[in-house]
């Protein structure tokens, strides 16, 4: 199963990204309903993985933390962008859950992640190496600020790749309580 961790936005939040996702040529879109914040991709993983991850992301304690999304950008580079995101303000909470979530994924036995963390929500994906429509895009959308939310629980998904991209499936949710 592949698998990863995600916070979830909340539809309200979801729905202003959404309204970003136009005015760029050969990009894929991402639908808001695959709209997350990735804390940590994990692959394949076998049962007994599996529920090694489940039993480690279970036992992480952490309180609810407000959170909120600002600017847009892409990876690697404007000359050569291969994804457009949504970043986020600064965030300490944030970034102590998703190291107590690498720890948990490492100790179910999966390898480190070796590139360091980014928070960012994916908007889209090129097929091709290209500038169209990106720098327009990028200055548009620069001052972009979310609504605040709370960050009350994160979750395990599976993904299932098909040619019309991915399906995301919620394999289990894992509340946040003070």
Known sequence: MRLFVAIDLPDGVKQSVADLCRG???????????????????GEADEAVDGAIRRGLAAIVSPPFPLALRGVGCFPSPRRPRV?????????????????????????????????????????????HGETGIAPF??????????????????????ILTPQGAIHRREASYPLAG
């Open 84 to 128: 457009l995101w949504v970043g986020l303000g600064g965030s300490d909470p944030l970034h102590r859950l998703q190291q107590a979530v690498e720890a948990a994924v490492n100790g179910a036995g999966v390898p480190a992640e070796e590139r360091p963390f980014s928070p960012h929500i994916t908007l889209a994906r090129l097929r091709e």
């Open 138 to 159: 990028l200055a548009r959308n620069a001052s972009f600020q979310g609504e605040p939310f709370t960050v009350d629980a994160f979750y395990l998904y599976s993904s």
């Open 24 to 42: 760029v040529p050969g990009v894929r879109w991402l639908p808001p309903e695959q709209l997350h914040l990735t804390l940590r991709f994990i």
